[in-house]
């Protein structure tokens, strides 16, 4: 007998209204489900458009820097525009791959290289003009020349960007779990379990995110980087593919499971990346904690076991597999072969799948670029 929530699908119908509603909101039966397949359905625009303006802008520096914050909430960059996003631009225009709610709804689920400015590209509302200016300035104002605190910077924007999107999506979570308004009740329950499992993996990450990024604020406060790994990479020429954040690998880059994501007891292991430009050159970093780094590392490790001709390649899939805040050069990726454009929509596709781990993939030849230069503090 099929069941939800632990509840007898077959019962549904017996649920009396003021009974609390088999979809765990902890509402009435009458206020929540009942009746739910006849209310209006709500149209990809409308959904998309409510989260859109649902965001919120708030400055992502903790508590303790609060005090500190001067200056209106701006439109921070997670990958510089003139140093970096101009590199691959064409006409100031850039494709973005993003999997936030808004672009998967009005593309009808679809994920779709979408050409944006260079101007709004990798913008988020997730600081004050102070710390924006004053925080980022060692690698801003400086030539990126791999010192700890501008290795720490780079990882710490990414964070601030995770921390952004997680919290803004938590936000909106009550609106995302009535939209199967108008459906039937198998569709409704599809939808409820899909929702929960977004919405309870999402709680999870955010709190793990919080604790990481105490840790790195501390770190920056006190100029402390004992506590920080990180891998990196240079090339001639600027990457194809840039863009800032995190993930959590599953996968090393030899096909060997490193982390189980469904064991909820155990705190998942974050890598924070970068992929930029500096002075004309492509840089890779990536960056974790130390203290409990079994899984960082082994992935770490897969990558630079690769020869300096695989290595962009390694790193260009696994954005593409692991990461929702990339960016790609328009004339890179119109060149691309259609086999190859679908093969990695494919594996950004699985990299959200809700209901199963990111699963393995192969490295596809997609750019030549040889590594000119390895660094790394393991």
Not at 33 to 46: A, G, I, M, V, Y
Not at 68 to 86: D, F, M, Q, R, Y
Not at 126 to 147: A, M, T, V, Y
Not at 281 to 304: R, Y
Request: charged content about 25%; overall charge neutral; glycine content about 4%.
């Amino acid at each position: 007998m099929k069941t939800l929530f632990n509840i007898d699908i077959s019962k549904i119908s017996k649920i009396k209204r003021n009974d609390p509603c088999w979809c765990g909101s902890g509402k009435k039966y009458k206020k929540c489900h009942l009746d739910r397949e006849r209310q209006t359905e709500k149209s990809n625009f409308h959904a998309a458009s409510n989260f859109e303006n649902s965001k919120r802008k708030l400055c992502a520096m903790s508590d303790s820097y609060l005090n500190e914050c001067a200056g209106k909430i701006i439109k921070a960059h997670t990958v510089s525009k003139s140093s970096s996003l101009k590199t691959i631009a064409r006409n100031s225009h850039i494709y973005s791959m993003s999997k936030i709610a808004n672009e998967i709804l009005t593309n009808d689920g679809q994920f779709v290289p979408k050409l944006v400015g260079i101007n709004v590209a990798s913008t988020f509302t997730g600081f004050c003009q102070k710390h924006d200016r004053d925080l980022f300035s060692p690698i801003e104002n400086k030539r990126f020349s791999w010192e700890m605190e501008q290795v720490l910077l780079v990882a710490y924007r990414g964070l601030a960007y995770e921390w952004y999107a997680k919290s803004m999506l938590l936000e909106q979570e009550e609106y995302f779990k009535s939209l199967d308004a108008g459906k039937p009740l198998y569709t409704q329950i599809e939808i409820q379990k899909m929702m929960s499992d977004l919405f309870i993996g999402t709680k999870i990450a955010l709190e793990e995110i919080n604790q990481i990024k105490s840790k790195f604020e501390i770190y920056l406060k006190e100029k402390d980087f004992s506590q920080i790994n990180y891998v990196g990479f240079e090339f001639k020429e600027p990457l194809p593919v840039m863009g800032s954040g995190g993930f959590t690998p599953v996968y090393d880059l030899t096909g060997k499971k490193i982390q189980d994501l469904s064991n909820l007891n155990v705190a998942a292991e974050t890598i924070f990346y970068s992929s930029f430009a500096s002075e004309n050159k492509g840089v890779f970093c990536m960056v974790w904690i130390n203290e409990v780094s079994t899984a960082a590392k082994q992935f770490a490790e897969s990558l630079t076991e690769l020869n300096d001709t695989e290595i962009a390649n390694a790193i260009i899939s696994t954005l593409f597999a692991n990461c929702e805040n990339i960016y790609l050069s328009p004339d890179w990726w119109d060149k691309l072969p259609k086999e190859v454009q679908k093969y990695l929509i494919n594996i950004f596709k699985d990299s959200v799948s809700i209901d199963t781990n990111i699963r393995n993939y192969k490295i596809a030849d997609v750019v030549d670029a040889t590594a000119s230069l390895r660094l790394s503090n393991l």
